[in-house]
């Protein structure tokens, strides 16, 4: 008979508040081993011992079937001598050390045990808003440090009563050491207040909630990671008067409904989208509207898609289940305009009483903010375009090794970025850092994830332009080394990190603004990039940006731009302006004219999102506008109305009447020439040709050109790897219809999927960039 053995294991990765512990403990029992179990700030040691072959067969069923929310990034192994006397396995205290590496799971939706126990009315919790297990529940907001257990988390403060105390301890229970345990007797609990903080007498708020979201109120509701703020989704008259309130004209609001069946009502969807939905990160999900559902008009009004996500807190499932309650609810982040999202309570009430008439509070505090999560199906493939709730703190898996590298984000839609080894954990959704609360929540998002990743910089990177706040803000740190990263670089490399991408590879980078080395403002970029420097190959034809950044503000600006960098001064008058621009006065365009002609505050520009913009103003589509890139949104939804569902090869085939594409070769630059793009345009407006017609034309010719260029230069370099990155990657048209063409030609393309496209994922890039510029023998370079 062989002796028995002894094995050590240490396991990284988020193995920690996900139900590990009592998994490894009851599969050891299973398989008649003897040890111990701990939580460390490193990870999990397990220290098992038995007969050999029990010991291997332990050893794949841990990696091969881990609880559902645990991630083994790495296991560890290696044998120790068995001890003597020990005769069973149990799970000892946490222990926490100098170093830590253990990663927090994300919040995660509520899982079918608890729902199934939330609606019988049998179950002690029956009806409680606040269920949660191991396997589901409240995780990276409610974290103050590391190792995971109650005394670190905002639940501290809820003593636990005895039936849920003997459910923390039962190793064979659901609930073992589910850090957010709790029931009506000992935990958090619901109240309803007035627009003025008076709590109303209420022992079950849900039914108020219904019924005065019912009557068309706003209702401020404390969620997972801040507010939202709630209204009837069927009526138009309460989506008005959330949108006065908020002062959000036009902007697309979000909604949640019951379930599937529900969503399908008012969206289409395929079995994918159906699929994330009901993920466990739950995630919003832009869907193409349902044009025949009774959903009110004013959501999304110009746009194609509608944002739609399932209840993922027992609260929402208890609020959507109630008879009262609207069959859709918008629900859109609880701020103010240009502010994060609001998460305390005294501060929701001094924010939010002008939009809302109710509140629907609780007392477990949110440590740190974190909103919804967006996604969409482009291409084939669920792509991210807000990062956030459900989905930070999990690491991006890096194809080699960092240092402790923090890279700052950008300007618009920011993230930042940590690294240590071969991880980077993006944080989650800051936002524009516009305002003195954006840059609080900035500053504290940063330490807070700091501090549970036991991450210390030992660089920091930023982007290239000088005044962005981020820029300002990594030159802070003053004793460290920085590193400046050109905006469109640090979007290719996002992309070619998230797919483990080493090497050369050819660049896409289509975006509103960014930087240039040249002084000039990039947005339309083809490079030849790797992880240590970048070469521009390509680029739009540049035009004037006259006003700098109120032209995107204002897109008539872009479109006059455009018509003058085409015709000269004849293009902004008779016959060739067209009837749209004459709503401009003629005052205002005679200021554009002469800004253009001296050349003072209209920089040069190749951004491709502000010529979407000069187009939709062309077009007469829209002149001013709401919200960041709304005209070219509208635009791309004005074109998927001439789409009659063929590949876009075959409608590039099909539009003999398609429009020219033209290049120039400026000092080794391959320019893509709009010229003959707008002189076709104007004739389409003079001929009446309908309106879904060009714009669809212009995706082609914007396709085609790309595609041309592209495959010239892998002619050329031999490289046929291709990367698609930047805001404007989130066109789905022009997203497809790039990945359709260039695959046709025998490029391998890569864009953006667990990594948002758009400023959401500049940090990753960085990070990477900065990082690697630390690394002995290699630097950092443009071209």
């Not at 920085?482 to 090497?503: C, F, K, P």
């Not at 230069?713 to 260039?742: A, F, K, W, Y």
Request: include cysteine; glycine fraction near 10%; hydrophobic fraction near 40%.
């Amino acid at each position: 008979m062989m002796a028995h053995t002894g094995i050590e294991l240490m396991v990284h990765g988020i193995v920690q508040g996900v139900g590990f512990r009592p998994y490894v403990y009851r599969l050891a029992k299973r398989y008649g081993l003897t040890g111990t179990v701990m939580n460390t700030g490193k990870g999990v040691i397990i220290r098992a011992e038995g007969h050999p072959s029990s010991l291997n067969a332990f050893v794949e069923a841990l990696k091969d079937k881990a609880p559902p929310l645990a991630r083994i990034s790495s296991l560890e192994q290696k044998s120790i001598k068995p001890s003597q006397g020990r005769k069973d396995f149990v799970i000892l205290e946490s222990r926490t050390g100098r170093e830590r590496s253990t990663l927090i799971s994300p919040d995660v939706g509520v899982c079918k045990d608890c729902l199934r126990e939330l609606f019988d009315p049998e179950d002690r919790r029956y009806g409680y808003a606040f269920i949660n297990c191991t396997n589901c529940g409240p995780r990276f907001t409610i974290t103050e440090s590391i190792p995971y257990d109650r005394p670190g988390t905002s639940m501290k403060v809820f003593p636990m009563c005895k039936k849920c105390s003997e459910e923390y301890v039962d190793p064979m229970d659901r609930r073992f050491h589910a850090q957010a345990n709790a029931c009506r007797a000992c935990g958090p609990r619901l109240s309803m207040h007035r627009s003025g903080g008076e709590p109303l007498p209420l022992d079950d708020p849900v039914p108020g909630a219904a019924k005065a979201l019912k009557q068309g109120c706003v209702i401020a509701i404390k969620g997972l990671g801040g507010f939202h703020l709630a209204v009837d989704a069927t009526s138009e008259k309460a989506v008005t008067f959330l949108r006065t309130r908020k002062q959000r004209k036009s902007k697309p609001l979000a909604i949640m409904v019951r379930d599937v069946d529900a969503a399908r009502r008012f969206c289409h969807m395929c079995s994918e989208e159906a699929e994330i939905l009901y993920s466990k990160e739950q995630p919003i999900v832009l869907l193409r509207k349902n044009e025949d559902g009774d959903l009110a008009p004013n959501l999304a009004p110009g746009i194609r898609d509608l944002g739609l996500m399932l209840p993922y807190m027992p609260l929402h499932h208890l609020l959507l289940a109630h008879r009262d309650t609207p069959s859709a609810l918008v629900m859109t982040s609880g701020n103010l305009c240009d502010e994060p999202i609001c998460k305390g309570n005294d501060e929701a009430l001094r924010c939010l009483s002008g939009i809302a008439d109710y509140f629907l509070l609780h007392d477990r505090e949110i440590v740190t903010r974190s909103d919804d999560s967006v996604v969409k199906l482009a291409a084939g493939r669920i792509r991210m375009i807000r990062r956030s709730r459900g989905y930070v703190p999990r690491p991006i898996r890096l194809s080699g090794e960092l240092p402790q590298v923090l890279a700052c984000g950008g300007e618009l839609k920011n993230t930042f970025c940590l690294a240590r080894g071969n991880e980077a954990f993006l944080s989650q959704h800051i936002g524009d850092l516009d305002s003195p609360k954006s840059l609080d929540f900035y500053k504290e998002s940063m330490e807070h994830l700091k501090n549970i990743l036991e991450i210390q910089p030992e660089s920091v990177v930023c982007d290239l332009h000088p005044d962005y706040f981020s820029s300002r803000f990594a030159k802070g740190f003053s004793s460290l080394p920085i590193v400046s990263v050109q905006h469109h670089h640090a979007h290719a490399i996002s992309v070619m990190a998230e797919h483990g991408l080493d090497g050369n590879a050819l660049a896409v980078i289509m975006d509103g603004t960014g930087y240039g080395p040249d002084n000039t403002i990039w947005g339309g970029e083809i490079l030849l990039t790797n992880r240590f420097g970048y070469w521009r190959l390509g680029c739009l034809g540049y035009v004037p940006l006259p006003g700098g950044d109120a032209a995107a503000r204002e897109p008539w600006r872009m479109g006059l731009s455009i018509l003058w960098a085409t015709f000269g001064p004849e293009g902004l008058k008779h016959p060739i302006l067209p009837a749209a621009f004459y709503n401009i006065p003629e005052e205002k365009r005679q200021v554009i004219a002469q800004m253009m002609s001296k050349g003072f505050n209209s920089p040069a520009t190749s951004s491709c999102g502000r010529f979407f913009d000069g187009i939709a103003a062309i077009l007469g589509l829209r002149f001013e506008t709401d919200y960041e890139a709304q005209a070219a949104m509208e635009l791309e939804s004005l074109a998927w109305k001439a789409f009659d569902g063929t590949s876009f090869s075959q409608l590039l085939v099909s539009q003999k009447e398609g429009y020219p594409l033209m290049f120039q070769n400026k000092k080794g630059i391959l320019i893509i020439k709009h010229q003959g793009l707008i002189e076709a345009i104007i004739k389409d407006l003079r001929d009446q040709v309908p309106g879904e017609v060009i714009a669809m034309r212009f995706h082609t010719w914007l396709v085609g050109s790309i595609v041309q260029l592209l495959k010239r230069m892998s002619d050329n370099t031999g490289i046929r790897t291709v990367v698609l990155g930047g805001g404007c990657m989130q066109n789905t048209l022009l997203l497809e219809g790039l990945i359709d063409l260039l695959g046709r030609e025998g490029l391998h393309v890569y864009a953006g999927e667990k990594v948002p496209a758009n400023d959401g994922g500049l940090s990753l890039g960085q990070v990477v960039i900065g990082g690697m510029s630390n690394v002995p023998g290699h630097s950092h370079a443009g071209h």
